[in-house]
């Protein structure tokens, strides 16, 4: 008889669907021939980002990946430990330390796809436990340990592109796992500094881990949210400054008193301004304006009243929008006096940082429109007036007293605060004199 054709009817009916199967080529590929040692030795050629991307060739490998990061030499290979002294030779540079934590998250993130959130979680720390320098009281050296920082990227990449409700659950996790509720709890009821190293633990473990890492401000925000909103507003801006706030140069310790005894510089507030920024902006949605506002307000007697040139050099850092609103909440409160000191700190701020004095006649003239009289508002403009003339005076005696230490800055503080009320003024008579030529 003729031998059938390829392909034709009769050749399709002999067709063996049970030998197809036992044909089939296997989920694990050309790694089925393997023993499993020989495959974990294949894995040890292969950089992390390949094996994460092995790790979505199928539902098999993946398991087997899984497998392998749970065993010595899984660990040996995939948690790196050497965070500290990465300055001295033959250590591995930091940046390439964090750089194999981010493709270790991608690992683990690509691995544990197919899993609940809450399962991801628990075998990502089960991996992870046994690394010390990723919990908040693990490491004896903290300020000089990149740990934290590598954990926080680890963690940027594994939840990157979750939704919402899996990130409430990320923090939830992370919260009960490092007890951080009774730590954070323990410095915000304490007397300011008594709890030192926990503060610097606390700062550090939030900013490293949770705040650090991320490219768009949504996510920073709601992480900093995280934090802070499951307090009373006090408690908030005691924690607000401890994670934002000025640090000793020294051991890195929060600076409690530098608010309170001398005026500070940009550098000692910029933290706080970002932060608060980034509460006020479009980014978190669970602030409202007032919030905000009163966060500041609370933040400026954080442990005590501020000098109010501190007070005002933060409203500068904090942009336009904060410092308008923060000083129209003034004026409509028939804040009159307090608001028109504060302006005159504003003046004397930009004359010492250089800003440009026509920002704050601007901002002057702005926060006059609020006052709903011409009563209320000649009466701010008469307690602006009498705020300079008062500090000057303040000042001038001062000097005149004599006594001051070399630290003392009280004589170059009048020089400034009487160039500010000159290029103050200066600024009024323009904007007078434009104002009439224009009629």
Same mark, same amino acid.
């Given at each position: 008889?003729?031998?059938?054709?390829?392909?034709? #009817?009769? !050749?399709?009916?002999?067709?063996?669907?049970?030998?197809?199967?036992?044909?089939?080529?296997?989920?694990?590929?050309?790694?089925?021939?393997?023993?499993?040692?020989?495959?974990?030795?294949?894995?040890?050629?292969?950089?992390?980002?390949?094996?994460?991307?092995?790790?979505?060739?199928?539902?098999?490998?993946?398991?087997?990946?899984?497998?392998?990061?749970?065993?010595?030499?899984?660990?040996?290979?995939? @948690?790196?430990?050497?965070?500290?002294?990465?300055?001295?030779?033959?250590? #591995?540079?930091?940046?390439?330390?964090?750089?194999?934590?981010?493709?270790?998250?991608?690992?683990?993130?690509?691995?544990?796809?197919?899993?609940?959130?809450?399962?991801?979680?628990?075998?990502?720390?089960?991996?992870?436990?046994?690394?010390? *320098?990723?919990?908040?009281?693990?490491?004896?050296?903290?300020?000089?340990?990149?740990?934290?920082?590598?954990?926080?990227?680890?963690?940027?990449?594994?939840?990157?592109?979750?939704?919402?409700?899996?990130?409430?659950?990320?923090?939830?996790?992370?919260?009960?796992? !490092?007890?951080?509720?009774?730590?954070?709890?323990?410095?915000? /009821? %304490?007397?300011?500094?008594?709890?030192?190293?926990?503060?610097?633990?606390?700062? @550090?473990?939030?900013?490293?881990?949770?705040?650090?890492?991320?490219?768009?401000? %949504?996510? /920073?925000?709601?992480?900093?949210?995280?934090?802070?909103?499951?307090?009373?507003?006090?408690?908030?801006?005691?924690?607000?400054?401890?994670?934002?706030?000025?640090?000793?140069?020294?051991?890195?310790?929060?600076?409690?008193?530098?608010?309170?005894?001398?005026?500070?510089?940009?550098?000692?507030?910029?933290?706080?301004?970002?932060?608060?920024?980034?509460?006020?902006?479009?980014?978190?949605?669970?602030?409202?304006?007032?919030?905000?506002?009163?966060?500041?307000?609370?933040?400026?007697?954080?442990?005590?009243?501020?000098?109010?040139?501190?007070?005002?050099?933060?409203?500068?850092?904090?942009?336009?929008?904060?410092?308008?609103?923060?000083?129209?909440?003034?004026?409509?409160?028939?804040?009159?006096?307090?608001?028109?000191?504060?302006?005159?700190?504003?003046? @004397?701020?930009?004359?010492?940082?250089?800003?440009?004095?026509?920002?704050?006649?601007?901002?002057?003239?702005?926060? *006059?429109?609020?006052?709903?009289?011409?009563?209320?508002?000649?009466?701010?403009?008469?307690?602006?007036?009498?705020?300079?003339?008062?500090?000057?005076?303040?000042?001038?005696?001062?000097?005149?007293?004599?006594?001051?230490?070399?630290?003392?800055?009280?004589?170059?503080?009048?020089?400034?605060?009487?160039?500010?009320?000159?290029?103050?003024?200066?600024?009024?008579?323009?904007?007078?004199?434009?104002?009439?030529? %224009?009629?």
């Amino acid at each position: 008889s003729q031998r059938p054709r390829r392909g034709s #009817r009769r !050749s399709r009916a002999c067709w063996d669907p049970l030998d197809a199967d036992s044909q089939a080529p296997s989920a694990l590929g050309r790694f089925q021939t393997l023993p499993l040692e020989i495959f974990h030795m294949v894995l040890n050629y292969l950089s992390v980002r390949d094996i994460s991307m092995l790790s979505m060739v199928s539902k098999t490998i993946s398991h087997r990946l899984v497998n392998y990061i749970s065993t010595s030499s899984g660990t040996r290979r995939l @948690l790196l430990q050497d965070f500290h002294d990465l300055e001295l030779p033959g250590r #591995r540079e930091g940046a390439s330390l964090l750089e194999h934590y981010r493709s270790l998250g991608l690992l683990l993130k690509r691995c544990t796809l197919l899993l609940p959130t809450r399962d991801r979680l628990k075998y990502v720390h089960k991996v992870l436990s046994e690394v010390s *320098c990723f919990k908040l009281n693990g490491c004896a050296s903290p300020l000089h340990c990149l740990g934290l920082k590598c954990y926080g990227v680890f963690l940027q990449i594994l939840t990157a592109g979750w939704d919402e409700l899996e990130c409430h659950r990320v923090f939830n996790f992370l919260w009960e796992l !490092s007890n951080l509720a009774r730590k954070v709890q323990t410095v915000v /009821s %304490s007397k300011a500094g008594s709890a030192r190293k926990l503060e610097l633990r606390i700062r @550090l473990y939030c900013r490293r881990v949770l705040l650090n890492h991320w490219s768009q401000r %949504s996510d /920073s925000a709601f992480w900093l949210t995280r934090i802070l909103k499951p307090w009373p507003i006090v408690n908030q801006a005691r924690l607000l400054y401890i994670i934002f706030g000025p640090v000793s140069s020294l051991d890195g310790h929060v600076v409690w008193q530098k608010m309170i005894e001398r005026p500070t510089d940009e550098t000692s507030l910029k933290g706080l301004a970002e932060a608060i920024k980034l509460l006020y902006g479009t980014e978190a949605r669970e602030w409202t304006a007032d919030d905000v506002i009163s966060l500041v307000d609370e933040l400026s007697v954080v442990p005590q009243e501020w000098l109010m040139e501190n007070n005002a050099r933060l409203l500068l850092l904090s942009g336009n929008n904060i410092c308008f609103t923060f000083l129209a909440s003034k004026a409509v409160n028939g804040r009159a006096v307090e608001l028109a000191r504060l302006m005159v700190f504003m003046a @004397l701020v930009c004359e010492k940082d250089l800003y440009c004095m026509d920002w704050a006649v601007k901002m002057m003239q702005k926060v *006059c429109k609020v006052f709903s009289t011409p009563w209320e508002r000649n009466n701010f403009l008469q307690c602006l007036e009498n705020a300079f003339a008062h500090m000057l005076m303040d000042m001038l005696q001062s000097v005149l007293a004599g006594g001051h230490d070399e630290e003392d800055n009280t004589f170059l503080n009048l020089f400034h605060l009487v160039n500010a009320q000159a290029n103050f003024h200066k600024e009024i008579l323009y904007m007078a004199m434009r104002s009439t030529s %224009s009629t």
